[in-house]
């Protein structure tokens, strides 16, 4: 076993621990922090694929924006006391149901992907970093792609914010009465 | 044995099925959320793996990158979706938000 | 003047009280009291082209033509000037209108337009406060139309058009207060009574057509009588309604035709409804029973007068005769004032119609023309007293005497001098006092029934000993009444106060006396026949075979004589008449002096007591009072009897119609809660049932979409997985 195999279990012991505990934990923040260390396990496995700049990228935007993103969210659907913060399984039935198909996904994948015969062409030359290659693509035979995924995000943006923002117009005086009695307030439809 | 495609195809393929497993079976729709980003990286894992060893190269990374970018997307739609949802529900149950039922 | 200017001057004499009419139904309410103006400016154009029509006519001379212009047949002899356009053309089928103008229609128009005239002057003061003023001239205008209509008709058609409208102008006149029941009944059955005659007008006027195939009187007369009608009828090609000889088809369709003047010109058994048509206001009384509707049933057996068989023309002189006598014997109690009049203008009219019916047909209408004068003059007259009685009633605050009643009347002569002088003419005219028309006119056919009895024997004496008697009463109940109502002392306070009414209400009434006076007709005041009236309307040919006339009046020449030549050779009749004149004068002068004499001796001076021979002669007089009984005869004979058929057709409806009409309902009902049954158990079942099992599979299917998205989520990997198990 070489280094690279070390490596390469060390990773992927990471990312499917971590990746159960997103999936069984009770507790929303747990998951939250275990999704974490999934994110990073794959920021780790870019590397070891020569990706160095996709690396960074996962490690930014998705633990620094996205998982943020959701931490937030944890924290603005969820009370603060704890108590909403753990939350389980919507029922045993639908758990077997859930697993079973889980677990035939994951076999079926796996049989898949080891019976098939791959036509390997692995990466003769090692560049020094593929951020050149990316760049020069995305602004030449990716520009239209380039230029809507940047469309899309301000889209997102924009519409992320305006369906936040317009209950909180519209239910005024009931966010305003939510923080005390939050209870009270029956919400039709 | 050598580290090849196949491993970090069946780690993407776990991942996958850990995924859809959050997806059908927790109740809390963050969480659901969280089931759909293992999705989109089991995917990005299996983009950057075979730019490795399948010859799409630098294609490869730019449609993990644009995974990436879709991901972000989502998720912040999703979240405020989230959000409105508390704020009409005071609670983010999915098995409970089923009005569409009617 | 051209015959075509007189036809088309007699149209616009037609057509002008229409104008009227149209004028004041539409626009009298704006016009308001303009309306009687306007209508009387009308009424007074129309009077003059009368005038016109009749000098032209009856003195001029027209020369024997007949031509065709713009599809309208003119034609033209001394006799007549007549127009006849074709209306209807269906097969063999025609149908001609027309107008014609002779002697007769001539003189008529000039009494229907003048008197016509006079009502609408005389009305101006007489409705003034009545509330549908307008709407009265209205109703003048189209009953003048409707008269002259029938005046100028030259066929039996265009008669009968107007016929019926008279009735229903008659009907809208004498109905005019009908917010009183009695004047709304009494126009109801006028109407009623004269469908009766005018159901047999209209059954003679098809019997004529069905067999002769036109009604143009000239057509008319010149087919019944000639010897291809005779030759066609004895060899069968012309067949004859119920197998009717030819004489007893003449006599029937005669007195059929003769049956709508009984409705119209009142006479026995149809005289009742007349006096209730006392209802209607006074100037249409004056109208209906001097110019208009009275005279338009004498008018028309005048018109049909040769084609009436011997026997025909006995029938007319019997009831004529029998009529006069009932009014007449009817008029002498009576109380009201209008009343007097109306039974004592039957009674005239019944002289009218025996005078026709005996064969004296200029003296019949002589009467007719004359009678509309001084008729009118005394309704008008009435009119006048009885609108002095309102004013003086409204004056005093009083609203409980009767203003009709002679007996609330008296010493009237004092305070209206020029409507008692005029009546006063108008009653001596009426009695037969020489110098007046009145004496004239009913001393020829007082002559004329002296005649006829003396050729015809037996029987036929009681004609002129009625004729002579009923002279004697007229003249008795005439003065009876102006004697009650203008001489003596006032019986009410009403009639003290009573004055003369003003230049509208008293001209009418001074022209029409001055027409009661005998210079206009013959300058001889005791023999009509010297004058022009009786050389003009001259007894017309009769039509008949002249086996089927009566001998007496058979012309000599008359065996061979054409359409349009006179034949004036005097018929025996005509001699015996004129050797009677003497005779029948003197009667009748010792008769009507004797009535006068009576009626003053009892009313004026007092010698007999009223009210002691009221009581010896109780029965006569309560019989007489009561009008004979006719009302309650009616109601117990005619009414009862259709009132009866009545009960059985509406117990016939109660119980077989209705109970035909409820069993099919009831087996209907059956049947369809048979069916509903039906519906509800099988076919409702089926359709539910379908409804059930798509419910049903519904409600299973359903249980399928929970609306939780994670249950989506999963059956779709589900699918997923089926599809990478199939393909690969």
Same mark, same amino acid.
Request: charged share 10%; proline share 2%; with cysteine.
């Given at each position: 076993?070489?280094?690279?195999?070390?490596?390469?279990?060390?990773?992927?012991?990471?990312?499917?621990?971590?990746?159960?505990?997103?999936?069984?934990?009770?507790?929303?923040?747990?998951?939250?922090?275990?999704?974490?260390?999934?994110?990073?396990?794959?920021?780790?496995?870019?590397?070891?694929?020569?990706?160095?700049?996709?690396?960074?990228?996962?490690?930014?935007?998705?633990?620094?924006?996205?998982?943020?993103?959701?931490?937030?969210?944890?924290?603005?659907?969820?009370?603060?006391?704890?108590?909403?913060?753990?939350?389980?399984?919507?029922?045993?039935?639908?758990?077997?149901?859930?697993?079973?198909?889980?677990?035939?996904?994951?076999?079926?994948?796996?049989?898949?992907?080891?019976?098939?015969?791959?036509?390997?062409?692995?990466?003769?030359?090692?560049?020094?970093?593929?951020?050149?290659?990316?760049?020069?693509?995305?602004?030449?035979?990716?520009?239209?792609?380039?230029?809507?995924?940047?469309?899309?995000?301000?889209?997102?943006?924009?519409?992320?914010?305006?369906?936040?923002?317009?209950?909180?117009?519209?239910?005024?005086?009931?966010?305003?009465?939510?923080?005390?009695?939050?209870?009270?307030?029956?919400?039709?439809? | 044995?050598?580290?090849?495609?196949?491993?970090?195809?069946?780690?993407?393929?776990?991942?996958?099925?850990?995924?859809?497993?959050?997806?059908?079976?927790?109740?809390?729709?963050?969480?659901?959320?969280?089931?759909?980003?293992?999705?989109?990286?089991?995917?990005?894992?299996?983009?950057?793996?075979?730019?490795?060893?399948?010859?799409?190269?630098?294609?490869?990374?730019?449609?993990?990158?644009?995974?990436?970018?879709?991901?972000?997307?989502?998720?912040?739609?999703?979240?405020?979706?989230?959000?409105?949802?508390?704020?009409?529900?005071?609670?983010?149950?999915?098995?409970?938000?089923?009005?569409?039922?009617? | 003047?051209?015959?075509?200017?007189?036809?088309?001057?007699?149209?616009?004499?037609?057509?002008?009280?229409?104008?009227?009419?149209?004028?004041?139904?539409?626009?009298?309410?704006?016009?308001?009291?303009?309306?009687?103006?306007?209508?009387?400016?009308?009424?007074?154009?129309?009077?003059?082209?009368?005038?016109?029509?009749?000098?032209?006519?009856?003195?001029?001379?027209?020369?024997?033509?007949?031509?065709?212009?713009?599809?309208?047949?003119?034609?033209?002899?001394?006799?007549?000037?007549?127009?006849?356009?074709?209306?209807?053309?269906?097969?063999?089928?025609?149908?001609?209108?027309?107008?014609?103008?002779?002697?007769?229609?001539?003189?008529?128009?000039?009494?229907?337009?003048?008197?016509?005239?006079?009502?609408?002057?005389?009305?101006?003061?007489?409705?003034?406060?009545?509330?549908?003023?307008?709407?009265?001239?209205?109703?003048?205008?189209?009953?003048?139309?409707?008269?002259?209509?029938?005046?100028?008709?030259?066929?039996?058609?265009?008669?009968?058009?107007?016929?019926?409208?008279?009735? $229903?102008?008659?009907?809208?006149?004498?109905?005019?207060?009908?917010?009183?029941?009695?004047?709304?009944?009494?126009?109801?059955?006028?109407?009623?009574?004269?469908?009766?005659?005018?159901?047999?007008?209209?059954?003679?006027?098809?019997?004529?057509?069905?067999?002769?195939?036109?009604?143009?009187?000239?057509?008319?007369?010149?087919?019944?009588?000639?010897?291809?009608?005779?030759?066609?009828?004895?060899?069968?090609?012309?067949?004859?309604?119920?197998?009717?000889?030819?004489?007893?088809?003449?006599?029937?369709?005669?007195?059929?035709?003769?049956?709508?003047?009984?409705?119209?010109?009142?006479?026995?058994?149809?005289?009742?409804?007349?006096?209730?048509?006392?209802?209607?206001?006074?100037?249409?009384?004056?109208?209906?029973?001097?110019?208009?509707?009275?005279?338009?049933?004498?008018?028309?057996?005048?018109?049909?007068?040769?084609?009436?068989?011997?026997?025909?023309?006995?029938?007319?002189?019997?009831?004529?005769?029998?009529?006069?006598?009932?009014?007449?014997?009817?008029?002498?109690?009576?109380?009201?004032?209008?009343?007097?009049?109306?039974?004592?203008?039957?009674?005239?009219?019944?002289?009218?119609?025996?005078?026709?019916?005996?064969?004296?047909?200029?003296?019949?209408?002589?009467?007719?023309?004359?009678?509309?004068?001084?008729?009118?003059?005394?309704?008008?007259?009435?009119?006048?007293?009885?609108?002095?009685?309102?004013?003086?009633?409204?004056?005093?605050?009083?609203?409980?005497?009767?203003?009709?009643?002679?007996?609330?009347?008296?010493?009237?002569?004092?305070?209206?001098?020029?409507?008692?002088?005029?009546?006063?003419?108008?009653?001596?005219?009426?009695?037969?006092?020489?110098?007046?028309?009145?004496?004239?006119?009913?001393?020829?056919?007082?002559?004329?029934?002296?005649?006829?009895?003396?050729?015809?024997?037996?029987?036929?004496?009681?004609?002129?000993?009625?004729?002579?008697?009923?002279?004697?009463?007229?003249?008795?109940?005439?003065?009876?009444?102006?004697?009650?109502?203008?001489?003596?002392?006032?019986?009410?306070? #009403?009639?003290?106060?009573?004055?003369?009414?003003?230049?509208?209400?008293?001209?009418?009434?001074?022209?029409?006396?001055? $027409?009661?006076?005998?210079?206009?007709?013959?300058?001889?005041?005791?023999?009509?026949?010297?004058?022009?009236?009786?050389?003009?309307?001259?007894?017309?040919?009769?039509?008949?075979?002249?086996?089927?006339?009566?001998?007496?009046?058979?012309?000599?020449?008359?065996?061979?004589?054409?359409?349009?030549?006179?034949?004036?050779?005097?018929?025996?009749?005509?001699?015996?008449?004129?050797?009677?004149?003497?005779?029948?004068?003197?009667?009748?002068?010792?008769?009507?002096?004797?009535?006068?004499?009576?009626?003053?001796?009892?009313?004026?001076?007092?010698?007999?007591?009223?009210?002691?021979?009221?009581?010896?002669?109780?029965?006569?007089?309560?019989?007489?009072?009561?009008?004979?009984?006719?009302?309650?005869?009616?109601?117990?004979?005619?009414?009862?009897?259709?009132?009866?058929?009545?009960?059985?057709?509406?117990?016939?409806?109660?119980?077989?119609?209705?109970?035909?009409?409820?069993?099919?309902?009831?087996?209907?009902?059956?049947?369809?809660?048979?069916?509903?049954?039906?519906?509800?158990?099988?076919?409702?079942?089926?359709?539910?049932?379908?409804?059930?099992?798509?419910?049903?599979?519904?409600?299973?299917?359903?249980?399928?979409?929970?609306?939780?998205?994670?249950?989506?989520?999963?059956?779709?990997?589900?699918?997923?997985?089926?599809?990478?198990?199939?393909? #690969?």
């Amino acid at each position: 076993m070489n280094l690279e195999a070390v490596i390469f279990y060390l990773f992927a012991l990471i990312i499917v621990a971590s990746g159960g505990l997103v999936v069984l934990s009770k507790n929303i923040m747990h998951a939250a922090f275990a999704l974490m260390f999934t994110l990073f396990g794959l920021a780790g496995f870019y590397a070891m694929l020569l990706s160095d700049f996709l690396a960074v990228s996962q490690i930014m935007i998705y633990v620094g924006g996205i998982l943020v993103l959701i931490i937030f969210g944890v924290m603005l659907t969820s009370k603060i006391t704890g108590v909403e913060l753990k939350t389980g399984p919507i029922g045993k039935v639908n758990y077997l149901f859930g697993a079973a198909i889980s677990v035939i996904i994951a076999c079926g994948l796996s049989l898949l992907f080891t019976n098939s015969k791959w036509i390997e062409k692995p990466v003769d030359k090692i560049p020094d970093s593929s951020i050149n290659a990316i760049g020069y693509s995305l602004l030449t035979e990716y520009i239209l792609v380039f230029e809507v995924a940047a469309v899309l995000l301000l889209i997102a943006l924009i519409g992320a914010a305006l369906i936040a923002h317009k209950d909180q117009i519209i239910d005024s005086d009931a966010s305003s009465n939510e923080i005390s009695t939050n209870n009270d307030i029956k919400i039709k439809e | 044995m050598e580290i090849g495609l196949t491993h970090y195809l069946i780690v993407s393929a776990i991942l996958f099925a850990m995924g859809i497993f959050a997806i059908i079976t927790r109740k809390n729709a963050i969480l659901v959320l969280m089931g759909l980003e293992l999705i989109l990286n089991a995917a990005n894992l299996n983009f950057i793996a075979f730019a490795r060893y399948g010859g799409l190269n630098v294609n490869g990374e730019i449609a993990a990158l644009f995974v990436i970018i879709i991901a972000a997307a989502e998720s912040a739609v999703a979240l405020s979706i989230i959000l409105n949802i508390y704020q009409n529900y005071h609670h983010v149950n999915v098995d409970e938000v089923e009005t569409l039922k009617d | 003047m051209s015959a075509e200017n007189i036809l088309i001057i007699s149209i616009v004499i037609l057509l002008l009280p229409l104008v009227s009419f149209i004028i004041n139904i539409f626009w009298g309410k704006k016009l308001g009291k303009l309306s009687s103006y306007i209508a009387s400016t009308i009424l007074g154009i129309d009077l003059i082209l009368a005038i016109l029509i009749f000098v032209n006519k009856v003195f001029g001379e027209y020369q024997v033509s007949s031509f065709i212009k713009n599809g309208i047949n003119i034609i033209t002899n001394n006799e007549i000037i007549q127009a006849k356009i074709n209306w209807l053309n269906i097969g063999n089928f025609n149908l001609n209108l027309g107008i014609g103008i002779d002697n007769l229609a001539s003189i008529m128009l000039i009494v229907v337009t003048l008197i016509s005239f006079l009502v609408h002057i005389f009305s101006m003061i007489y409705m003034h406060d009545d509330k549908r003023f307008s709407r009265f001239y209205a109703y003048l205008g189209i009953f003048t139309f409707s008269m002259l209509g029938i005046v100028l008709a030259n066929n039996l058609l265009n008669m009968y058009i107007f016929w019926e409208l008279v009735g $229903l102008s008659s009907y809208l006149l004498i109905g005019f207060w009908y917010e009183k029941d009695s004047a709304a009944n009494a126009g109801k059955k006028a109407f009623l009574v004269n469908r009766v005659g005018d159901t047999g007008f209209f059954i003679g006027i098809l019997m004529l057509f069905s067999v002769f195939g036109t009604l143009m009187f000239d057509d008319l007369f010149a087919t019944i009588g000639s010897a291809e009608t005779i030759t066609a009828i004895a060899n069968g090609s012309i067949h004859l309604p119920f197998g009717l000889d030819y004489q007893t088809y003449l006599t029937i369709a005669g007195i059929l035709i003769f049956c709508g003047a009984i409705g119209k010109s009142a006479q026995f058994p149809l005289h009742v409804w007349l006096p209730d048509a006392m209802e209607g206001p006074t100037p249409v009384s004056a109208l209906i029973h001097a110019a208009t509707m009275v005279a338009a049933g004498v008018y028309m057996t005048a018109k049909i007068f040769p084609m009436l068989t011997a026997d025909a023309l006995n029938f007319i002189a019997i009831i004529g005769t029998i009529t006069a006598f009932i009014a007449a014997t009817i008029a002498v109690t009576q109380t009201d004032f209008k009343k007097v009049l109306a039974y004592s203008t039957v009674s005239q009219l019944g002289y009218m119609v025996m005078g026709l019916g005996i064969g004296a047909f200029s003296a019949g209408f002589f009467h007719l023309v004359t009678h509309a004068w001084f008729k009118a003059a005394l309704f008008l007259g009435s009119g006048s007293v009885i609108h002095a009685m309102h004013v003086a009633m409204h004056n005093a605050h009083d609203h409980h005497t009767d203003p009709q009643n002679i007996f609330n009347m008296g010493g009237l002569r004092k305070n209206m001098k020029i409507t008692y002088i005029t009546f006063l003419i108008a009653t001596i005219a009426i009695s037969g006092v020489p110098l007046t028309s009145g004496f004239l006119s009913k001393d020829s056919i007082l002559a004329g029934s002296l005649a006829f009895a003396d050729l015809t024997g037996g029987l036929a004496w009681l004609v002129p000993i009625v004729g002579f008697g009923v002279a004697g009463l007229t003249a008795f109940y005439m003065f009876r009444l102006t004697i009650l109502a203008f001489h003596g002392k006032p019986k009410t306070s #009403i009639a003290k106060e009573t004055k003369e009414n003003s230049f509208k209400i008293v001209m009418p009434l001074v022209v029409l006396a001055i $027409l009661s006076i005998w210079i206009f007709y013959s300058p001889n005041p005791i023999d009509a026949n010297s004058g022009w009236f009786m050389d003009k309307v001259k007894v017309p040919t009769s039509a008949v075979p002249i086996e089927y006339q009566r001998p007496s009046m058979i012309y000599e020449v008359a065996l061979n004589h054409t359409l349009g030549e006179q034949a004036h050779s005097a018929t025996e009749f005509e001699e015996s008449m004129h050797h009677f004149h003497l005779p029948a004068m003197i009667l009748s002068l010792l008769i009507a002096g004797a009535g006068i004499t009576l009626a003053f001796l009892i009313y004026q001076f007092k010698i007999f007591n009223a009210d002691n021979i009221e009581k010896q002669f109780k029965p006569l007089h309560t019989f007489s009072l009561n009008k004979w009984y006719f009302d309650e005869l009616y109601d117990k004979t005619a009414i009862a009897f259709t009132m009866f058929v009545a009960k059985i057709m509406s117990y016939f409806d109660d119980k077989v119609i209705d109970g035909i009409v409820n069993g099919f309902a009831y087996v209907t009902r059956g049947v369809s809660k048979i069916t509903g049954i039906f519906d509800n158990v099988v076919v409702d079942g089926a359709v539910n049932l379908v409804a059930n099992v798509t419910g049903g599979l519904g409600a299973i299917t359903r249980k399928l979409q929970t609306g939780k998205v994670q249950a989506y989520v999963a059956l779709a990997f589900v699918g997923i997985i089926a599809l990478i198990f199939i393909f #690969i």
